[in-house]
């Protein structure tokens, strides 16, 4: 009898890299590697309990010297998690890229959520079929949640996410469902009370404005707090006019305005970027801003300091509301038990020379 044969055997844990010879490795080589069951491999991969921190360092030293890894799609079937989350922005792609809002917004989501290892899928939902094929492709459960920002009225993502129940932030106040959404956003009404009552404080007694979209509540909230600021003061609220945040908008807004009251000496704009555009017709129209007519803004992302003269605008914290969405959004995937959460944000008065 030959003693001592067992150690031409493969014991639990004693597999050698050099055996790893064909394809990838899989997950019951790490398991032997590691010296635990395959079960404690693969809860230990992706993230499940009951593994103790002897059988997690094991394991994953054994993925570390083996290379391996996880089959995403099998990994899913099991865990039914994608590791992606979708930001849905329902407004052109032209839109999207052009305006430096929503660049600071994909730039602060996708740096959070990808410390969690969560993949960010842009989903630019624009008018007509593209928003049916958003829907279809969230009710296939594609992602694991949702971040909605630039939400509008008709596109129905409020309606859809609460029924859906699926994990989901809004940056900016949804119109339906906010009983059941969590969203973050900032006090608009508050800011653009706080332009108009700048410009009355001035000596300015003709003022419009050039409101955001009438199908977006941060359009109908900061239309609200001009008016009701010059209300307040006994001046008149007529010269109004809607643009969609767009430089290109805020210029054909401006046009409309002073056609229908050229005797304006101050302006409230919605946005940078419309402000942006109004400044141009002013100054191509020979109006001095700010000695003619003072013009003030929203949002303070960069465009306002380029301006001439530079911009009196609203600084929106759009870094701070963006990684708050995604804190709330990665709550929910946690499985916490909580309620929905609102979070509103105050803006800041930023004084320059155009009021």
């Known amino acids: 009898m030959v003693r001592g044969c ?16 064909r394809g990838s490795p899989t997950l019951e080589e790490v398991a032997r590697l590691a010296g635990v069951s395959r079960a404690t491999a693969s809860r230990a991969i992706n993230g499940g309990s009951r593994v103790s921190a002897r059988a997690q360092r094991a394991v994953e030293d054994a993925v570390r010297r083996l290379g391996y890894t996880p089959n995403t799609a099998a990994r899913s079937l099991v865990t039914r998690r994608t590791d992606s989350v979708a930001l849905i922005v329902p407004e052109p792609d032209e839109h999207v ?32 079929d593209d928003k049916q094929r958003v829907l279809r492709y969230l009710r296939g459960r594609h992602i694991d949640g949702a971040i909605v920002v630039s939400h509008h009225r008709d596109d129905g993502l409020s309606d859809r996410l609460a029924a859906l129940e699926l994990p989901s932030t809004f940056i900016g106040r949804p119109w339906t469902c906010t ?36 199908d977006m509540t941060v359009g109908r909230d900061r239309l609200e707090g001009w008016r009701q600021a010059l209300t307040g003061a006994g001046l008149p609220t007529d010269a109004v006019v809607h643009g969609d945040f767009t430089e290109a908008g805020g210029a054909d807004a401006c046009e409309t305005l002073l056609q229908a009251h050229p005797d304006l000496d101050g302006l409230v704009v919605a946005s940078d970027l419309m402000a942006s555009g109004a400044i141009r017709v002013l100054t191509a129209r020979g109006r001095r801003v700010p000695d003619d007519i003072a013009v003030t ?20 914290p759009i870094s701070e509301m963006a990684e708050q969405a995604a804190l709330l959004l990665i709550e929910q995937l946690d499985g916490d038990d909580i309620s929905p959460r609102h979070a509103v944000f105050t803006p800041t008065l930023i004084r320059r020379r155009s009021a």
């Open 97 to 128: 890229f052009s305006d430096p809002f929503f660049a600071r917004t994909l730039h602060v989501v996708t740096n959070v959520l990808s410390e969690r290892d969560l993949q960010v899928v842009l989903l630019i939902a624009r008018p007509g």
């Open 179 to 214: 009983d059941q959404l969590s969203y973050v956003s900032t006090d608009n009404f508050d800011g653009a009370n706080k332009a108009a009552r700048l410009l009355i404080e001035r000596g300015c007694r003709r003022i419009g404005t050039i409101a955001g979209p009438a």
């Open 297 to 316: 803004g929203y949002d303070d992302l960069g465009i306002a300091e380029r301006t001439d003269p530079p911009l009196t605008t609203l600084r929106n």
């Open 6 to 21: 067992r150690r031409h055997q493969p014991a639990t844990g004693s597999l050698k890299i050099a055996e790893v010879t």
